[in-house]
């Protein structure tokens, strides 16, 4: 294993990581036999850089690579947008802890609600948590979804202290019901504090949308742009990710140039050195090129605690596809889940060692404990020894019963080293979609979700409709959906009656039965 380990091993020192993929149970052969496959796959990277349209669905480019390596633009336009936005950001952020822009009622801004969905919120989300300390400038909080339970208890945490709060809302096209849901909950709860909200107010949003025309004509204190060619999942590095990261007081230099240090390390056509081909590799090894196995995330640290939820977005909705570039039906995808050790030890490290055998495990280790030095709580032990123990007894317990992992080292962690890795799986996804030929950068199956939900919305209204021109006539919902002409969509009424005879906002009352699926509606 030694002589394994030290042949498949590769330092990267211009990012501080390492990458150890010796615990992959691949054939001496594998890297031979996948090099022919590599010359497309770094072609067809080779031109995203370049500006061809990747995403022939919406007719744009992609170009996320672009927003830490700015010159790269295949355009001067595109290059000063960049470089206009980003010191717009540190204007915007150096006003906002000077006091120079501040509340309405005076006194400065402590936080931050953002608003958004998706990866409007995922990857703003682990910055936070990644990377955030007791004394930042601003606390962010978050609105990721239309729960208004969640929102009452993300209000009530704020408390008094919205008078001292900045909202960021966060929409490419400004539409996103969710993010609109948000913004309006969240707009009456300044009502109800008597605070201006416009005052209270930023937006990151594509220029011209409803959201941008909103800000503009409200006065909001500031507007950002979202372009067309960042996708959500991979605008993390774009305003999305680094205007919250700035005003709660993080280093987005370093993220950047994190970023922008392992692009160019993995932009490097040489799968023996280019650690995002080689981790494509591995997931390509381990899957069959087909999805066969789960991508389990271990991260040997609290602050990426969130790292496991970022990168689902990323990888599921990048590689979860049902047609290839040919149009064939492929169902492709990896799953992706995780915890953080050594806490997976005490939940589902068992199935991993001894269950079904579905998975590959990353493990991601942070060789720096923490600041200065360490209790001894053991003679010549420190807690952090320990969880490092953890981990090289869990790779070795997997080890032993030819369960397969890699290992992901990087010496701290801080702004540098998050840019760093949230580029190299940036790359390693877009490299694995090249490999097994599917479009990593367009979402159909999002889009028909969406669309369905809006259906179902629409089909509550007619039902509310419906009932108020029945004064108080109680009906099952099979009547109720002849009525409104959703006769095909009988459990979809029965599921919305259900719902709004739960809450007060309609005034629709139940008549419980006995089957329950003949209960009976009409209003209170």
Not at 97 to 104: L, V
Not at 218 to 234: I, S
Not at 419 to 448: C, D, F, K, M, T
């Amino acid at each position: 294993m030694w002589e394994r380990y030290k042949k498949h091993l590769t330092w990267y020192p211009e990012i501080g990581m390492m990458l150890d993929i010796s615990g992959m149970n691949f054939p001496d052969d594998f890297f031979d036999g996948m090099e022919p496959s590599l010359v497309k796959v770094f072609r067809d990277m080779a031109e995203l850089e370049a500006g061809t349209v990747a995403n022939p669905d919406e007719g744009r480019m992609v170009g996320h690579y672009w927003l830490r390596t700015p010159y790269l633009a295949p355009s001067r336009e595109i290059q000063e947008q960049i470089e206009t936005t980003i010191a717009g950001i540190k204007d915007f952020a150096a006003a906002v802890h000077s006091g120079a822009t501040a509340p309405a009622k005076g006194g400065r801004f402590s936080r931050l609600l953002l608003i958004g969905i998706g990866g409007s919120a995922l990857g703003p989300q682990f910055l936070a948590d990644a990377l955030g300390n007791a004394g930042d400038p601003v606390k962010p909080y978050f609105f990721d979804n239309t729960d208004p339970d969640g929102m009452d208890r993300v209000l009530a945490e704020i408390g008094e202290g919205l008078k001292e709060t900045l909202t960021l809302v966060i929409s490419k096209s400004g539409g996103t019901r969710e993010t609109r849901n948000c913004m309006l909950e969240a707009a009456e709860a300044y009502r109800r504090a008597g605070i201006d909200f416009p005052r209270h107010a930023a937006a990151v949003t594509g220029a011209g949308s409803e959201l941008d025309r909103m800000a503009r004509e409200q006065g909001w204190l500031a507007r950002f742009p979202m372009w067309d060619w960042v996708g959500g999942r991979t605008s993390v590095t774009s305003a999305v990710g680094l205007l919250p990261a700035a005003l709660q007081g993080i280093d987005i230099d370093a993220l950047l140039e994190g970023a922008r240090l392992c692009d160019s390390l993995t932009r490097m056509p040489n799968s023996r050195t280019n650690p995002a081909i080689r981790l494509a590799l591995m997931w390509h090894h381990a899957t069959g090129g087909t999805g066969a196995k789960d991508m389990v995330i271990l991260p040997y640290k609290d602050r990426l605690l969130l790292f496991s939820r970022y990168l689902q977005q990323l990888v599921m909705e990048s590689l979860g596809k049902e047609k290839d570039l040919s149009g064939a039906v492929v169902h492709q995808g990896i799953a992706v889940y995780g915890n953080k050790g050594s806490t997976d030890q005490h939940a589902f490290v068992q199935q991993l060692r001894e269950g079904v055998d579905n998975f590959f495990v990353t493990f991601i280790e942070v060789l720096k404990d923490r600041e200065g030095k360490s209790l001894h709580v053991d003679p010549e032990v420190t807690s952090g020894d320990y969880l490092s123990g953890f981990l090289q007894g869990t790779r070795r317990a997997l080890a032993e019963n030819a369960r397969e992992s890699l290992t992901i080292t990087v010496e701290r962690l801080d702004a540098r080293t998050v840019g760093a890795l949230i580029a190299l799986y940036e790359r390693a996804v877009g490299y694995y979609a090249s490999l097994v030929g599917i479009n990593a950068y367009h979402q159909p199956g999002v889009e028909a979700g969406k669309k369905a939900a809006g259906a179902v919305v629409k089909l509550q209204g007619e039902i509310v409709t419906f009932l108020r021109s029945q004064g108080g006539k109680s009906m099952t919902a099979e009547e109720i959906a002849a009525a409104v002409g959703a006769s095909d969509a009988e459990e979809t009424v029965f599921r919305i009656l259900l719902h709004a005879a739960a809450n007060e906002d309609h005034g629709i009352r139940m008549e419980k039965k006995n089957p329950f699926t003949t209960s009976r509606f009409g209003l209170q």
